[in-house]
């Protein structure tokens, strides 16, 4: 587990939040896909151009100075484990900003193999799941899922998730409260955009 301090020195860098890269997920190309259920799958042809065009597009806006929170699901490889580590690790090093890593439903792999082994600080795994922190004054609760009630809501705390890939919650819940899905399908979110989306939303919150 990362130190206070550590983490207070991570949080001083300009923050972006997102979820559910899910890098070699075979499902999510939605022309090699076996759902039933494609209407979130990404319009790819092939696993490794979705993988090149996730990083290219965090490349292009995180810098190697810059931190993102990630909420979970990160890669979904069924090969052994010395080239899932080889593959994972490449990935990993290809990306631009430092990482803080909460679990997500399909990252045990993920975890059991990297968090042991952070790169020179840049990688962060919290074996947690919920993390709470400020920025810029603005308290922010996050998980891989969704809750219902978090920690300062009802003083205006913004709860972001990942999970749910923006389908599977009631729309109303998020019109009346400050709660974000930071699913990621074509950009990561800075943080103060987040804080600028809610700030004059009202707090609506009942306990």
Not at 33 to 42: A, L, Q
Not at 166 to 173: L, R, T
Not at 183 to 207: A, G, Q, S, W
Request: hydrophobic share 35%; proline share 2%.
């Amino acid at each position: 587990m990362p130190s206070l301090q550590r983490l207070k020195t991570i949080f001083l860098r300009m923050l972006y939040v997102t979820s559910d890269f899910h890098f070699y997920h075979k499902n999510m190309v939605r022309s090699l896909s076996n759902w039933d259920y494609t209407e979130h799958c990404r319009d790819f042809d092939s696993i490794d151009n979705m993988n090149e065009s996730i990083i290219q597009s965090v490349n292009s806006t995180c810098t190697k100075s810059d931190t993102l929170l990630f909420l979970g699901d990160f890669a979904i490889y069924n090969v052994n484990n010395g080239k899932y580590n080889k593959n994972i690790h490449a990935i990993l090093e290809k990306l631009n900003p430092n990482m803080i890593f909460l679990k997500g439903n399909h990252d045990d792999r993920f975890f059991h193999n990297f968090s042991l082994n952070e790169s020179n600080g840049r990688w962060i795994f919290l074996n947690m799941d919920i993390f709470e922190f400020d920025y810029n004054d603005v308290h922010f609760v996050s998980c891989h899922y969704p809750l219902l009630s978090w920690n300062g809501a009802i003083r205006g705390a913004i709860m972001l998730h990942g999970h749910c890939h923006n389908y599977c919650v009631d729309p109303q819940f998020y019109k009346d409260h400050k709660i974000m899905d930071v699913y990621y399908e074509d950009r990561v979110f800075p943080i103060t955009e987040i804080i600028d989306k809610f700030k004059n939303k009202d707090n609506n919150f009942i306990m």
